[in-house]
């Protein structure tokens, strides 16, 4: 083989797999932060790819037909639901809630009534293995939860309303729970006869009325059906949903969760290629002398980029394939982590799309990142490479150019695959504008350094020296060191926030009971039952009602909302039906931002105070009008004054409040909240609670109470499932960030063994040595304290409060004391990598420099 040909790839490969370990010494950084950053993508893409496919595969049985049309208290007339039956096969119901009484116990429950067509896709699975359609007669099934709460077992009646029902089985699978909604009670499926003939709907009652079609046309476009249905019935007031977005909840929360974790994944690949950086330069190193006698030897440089990239390559494949086996591993954990949130299959789930997708990242990782090093060593004569630790290497700028080509290449990827371009865009803008900014304060760090005045101490000036000396890591260890730190932050801020907003979503104090349908001429009644049992307790009662906004705005220039061809952001009052109340007295827990309160006199006027969120994002001001559709009814009021509401009390708090003369003479009840006495617990208080329920449903079968504790319950397991899946997935940032912390400590270690040896034969002691190091890694530690936190804290608040929508209320306490815990531990790895120098023999480490 003539020097001009140089090596081929098979004679590259056969030199490089000589070198190249079982076990991968001197490689297993790189190999560890591939690892991790495609082990991440690959379980958040093969999670994310399976939750979307079955909501977009299962629409259908999710929703439980093709389009679903809901209103409030009020059955469909039969022209509307001839219009809908033109299109296919139409089934219908009711949902409200009820409670539910066997001999000795009362709860209440969700009551969802079907017809005899119910379900028009998937079928009902009973315990027993039956599969089932709707419930005949007084025949009922029942959820798991219900049995328990009536003490009741299958086969045993109990009562609901006026009617005495039988449980005649179990529901193990519900094929359109997804699509129902937050529950406020165990599940309790009847015949859609039953609600009316148990007394539970009336004029004024709480009730939903949901109608869905199988589409006839498979073709048949949704959303065509909807606008004809609208403009057929203008005043209706409908809620749509279809089959492409059966769950809008869940599809809002699986979008909000890909782009974390996509974030999640992007942030630990950023820190993993900091970390291959540093082990690939940490392995040349320890190669330095290979190197040089490969080019003694006749190598070229092209043939030293053959050897060692196939070695890195190898590496690079190797821990990819190890994180996307892994990232297909554990997916079902992290299905198991939002089990009951989402439909997530059981079991293993390969999707290829995004385990191509990850491997991809991973490897244009690797090439970005190994890039500068792996050019720099083939640049320079064997002499240079030789003298390399006395006197270190110059910067190959040609390196910039693969490394810069790799990382557009890592960009243009992460752009074109995501669904929120902007969103992966800043971030990747981010970490570029930190590394920059990274890079800068290694240099002014080294620039200060320089410029402090010698300390007297010895151990301090040595550890001074050695931040700004030729060579020194300084620039490596603070990128490094900035990003690991940075996780911890990250990870406290995450967690810290998502328990903030659980204590503050989910209050401590809140109503013992609320309490639907309480009719009219019975609210002495009502209150007196509650007084006999608990006297001092408190209750509040207010009318309720269900209506939609149907157009707003200035007098003679009013928007309908059927025109509108979207719904303006933050203007959720404006879809469907909304809870709707009349009050003399400006509600507890509200303010006035806009105008004045009516009063008493003037409540026999037309009037509406409406929401000061609501009105900004319509741009509704104090003397505009508001038109709202009531059982098919359009009413008007004009706008007296705005408030501000406190949403997060457990009150009652209505978007729109009107005065008494707007709505008093439209159908309704009331709904009621119940305080009792502070300290009313123990055998009797529990024994009294039960006897009120049971009181209540006898005297006011109508009625249904929901027991606020077990709905904060719920509230609270739903927000911690969401917790841990979050913190699951932020931990392998966290992860990467301390593979990167070793590694870079590692590389550190080995550039320090010819200073440690230097100074081991001058007379240093070992714990000089050891204070030396210390010294040194605790000043870089504490000049980037202030920028990590920065960091870290800037990343929670992008995913908390724009991914999320959550408020940003980390415990900055806790912050500082997990970054503190960063700081002790980036000591202890310090003074972990430096206890093998001090083991080194002087003279052996001598003869191999």
């Known amino acids: 083989m003539s020097a001009e040909a140089g090596l081929s790839w098979g004679g590259a490969w056969n030199i490089a797999k000589r070198d190249l370990s079982a076990r991968f010494r001197g490689l297993r950084l790189l190999l560890v932060c591939i690892f991790l950053g495609t082990g991440a993508l690959a379980a958040i893409g093969t999670l994310t790819a399976a939750i979307e496919r079955e909501l977009a595969s299962s629409g259908q049985e999710l929703l439980g037909g093709d389009v679903e049309v809901e209103v409030w208290q009020r059955d469909l007339s039969a022209e509307e639901q001839g219009l809908l039956g033109e299109y296919g096969e139409l089934s219908g119901g009711y949902r409200l809630q009820a409670m539910a009484t066997a001999e000795t116990a009362a709860a209440p429950v969700e009551l969802k009534a079907v017809d005899d067509k119910w379900p028009l896709y998937g079928t009902l699975d009973l315990a027993d293995g039956r599969e089932a359609g709707a419930p005949s007669g007084t025949d009922a099934w029942l959820a798991q939860g219900a049995l328990d709460r009536l003490d009741i077992g299958v086969g045993d009646t109990f009562t609901v309303g006026t009617t005495t029902l039988t449980a005649a089985g179990v529901i193990e699978n519900e094929p359109d729970r997804l699509s129902e909604g937050f529950q406020l009670g165990p599940t309790v499926i009847v015949a859609k006869q039953v609600p009316i003939g148990a007394g539970l709907i009336q004029p004024g009652s709480l009730y939903q009325s949901k109608y869905r079609v199988a589409f006839e046309n498979t073709s048949q476009d949704p959303e065509a059906v909807q606008e004809a249905l609208s403009e057929a019935f203008p005043t209706a007031g409908y809620d749509f949903r279809d089959r492409d977005r059966a769950s809008p909840g869940a599809d809002r929360f699986v979008r909000q969760m890909s782009d974390f974790l996509t974030l999640v994944g992007l942030a630990a690949l950023v820190i993993a290629g900091i970390g291959i950086a540093g082990g690939v330069s940490s392995y040349l190193e320890a190669r330095r002398n290979g190197i040089a006698t490969l080019k003694v030897l006749g190598a070229s440089s092209r043939d030293i980029v053959r050897v060692y990239a196939l070695q890195i390559a190898v590496a690079a494949v190797v821990g990819s394939a190890a994180g996307l086996i892994v990232g297909i591993l554990i997916t079902p954990l992290l299905g198991m982590a939002l089990q009951g949130l989402l439909p997530v299959e059981s079991g293993f789930v390969i999707e290829p799309a995004p385990l191509l997708l990850a491997g991809a990242y991973g490897l244009l990782v690797a090439f970005a990142f190994a890039a500068a090093p792996l050019l720099r060593a083939r640049s320079f004569p064997a002499m240079a490479l030789m003298r390399s630790r006395i006197v270190p290497l110059s910067r190959d700028k040609r390196a910039l150019a693969w490394t810069g080509a790799g990382i557009l290449a890592i960009c243009a990827l992460a752009l074109l695959t995501t669904a929120q371009p902007m969103l992966s865009g800043g971030f990747l803008l981010g970490a570029g504008g930190a590394l920059i900014a990274l890079a800068l304060l290694g240099l002014a760090i080294q620039y200060i350094a320089r410029r402090l005045p010698r300390p007297s101490n010895p151990l301090l000036r040595s550890a001074l020296s050695n931040i700004h000396r030729p060579g020194a890591p300084t620039g490596a260890l603070v990128t490094a060191l900035g990003f690991g730190l940075a996780s911890f ?238 913190l699951a997935a932020a931990a392998v940032a966290v992860l990467a960030g301390l593979a990167v912390l070793m590694g870079a400590i590692a590389a550190a270690r080995a550039a320090r063994m010819y200073d440690t040896v230097v100074l081991r034969v001058l007379g240093a002691s070992r714990r000089q040595i050891l204070g030396m190091q210390l010294a040194e890694y605790g000043l870089i530690a504490l000049a980037l304290a202030l920028v990590a936190l920065a960091l870290g804290s800037a990343l929670g608040w992008v995913i908390i409060t724009q991914l999320f929508e959550f408020d940003w209320l980390p415990d900055w306490g806790e912050v500082l004391a997990v970054l503190g815990l960063g700081l002790v531990m980036v000591l202890a790895f310090a003074l972990g990598g430096s206890l093998p120098l001090l083991r080194a023999k002087p003279a052996q480490a001598l003869r191999e420099l």
């Open 489 to 726: 932050v990250l990870l406290a801020a995450i967690q810290s926030a998502l328990d903030g907003n659980i204590q503050s979503s989910v209050p401590q104090e809140a109503p013992d009971y609320f309490v639907l349908d309480v009719p009219r001429d019975g609210e002495e009644t009502f209150r007196g039952l509650i007084e006999e049992r608990f006297p001092e307790s408190n209750v509040r009662a207010v009318p309720t009602l269900r209506g939609a906004v149907l157009a707003y705005g200035a007098d003679g220039d009013m928007t309908r909302v059927a025109d509108l061809e979207e719904i303006p952001d933050g203007a959720w009052a404006l879809r469907g039906e909304r809870g709707l109340t009349y009050a003399d007295e400006l509600p507890i827990g509200n303010s006035l931002a806009d105008g004045e309160w009516w009063g008493e006199e003037g409540g026999t006027e037309s009037l509406v105070s409406v929401d000061a969120e609501f009105a900004q994002a319509v741009g509704l001001e104090v003397g505009d009008y508001l038109t709202i559709g009531i059982l098919g009814v359009e009413r008007t009021a004009r706008i007296a004054n705005i408030r501000r509401i406190d949403w997060e009390s457990m009150g009652f708090n209505f978007t729109l409040v009107f005065s008494r003369g707007a709505l008093e003479d439209t159908p309704h009840n009331l709904s009621a909240m119940i305080n009792l006495p502070e300290g009313a617990s123990g055998a009797d208080v529990d024994t009294a609670r039960g006897e009120l329920l049971r009181a209540l449903v006898r005297e006011f079968p109508s009625s249904s109470v929901i027991e606020v504790g077990d709905v904060l319950k719920q509230a609270r397991t739903i927000l911690e499932q969401v917790s841990l899946a979050t």
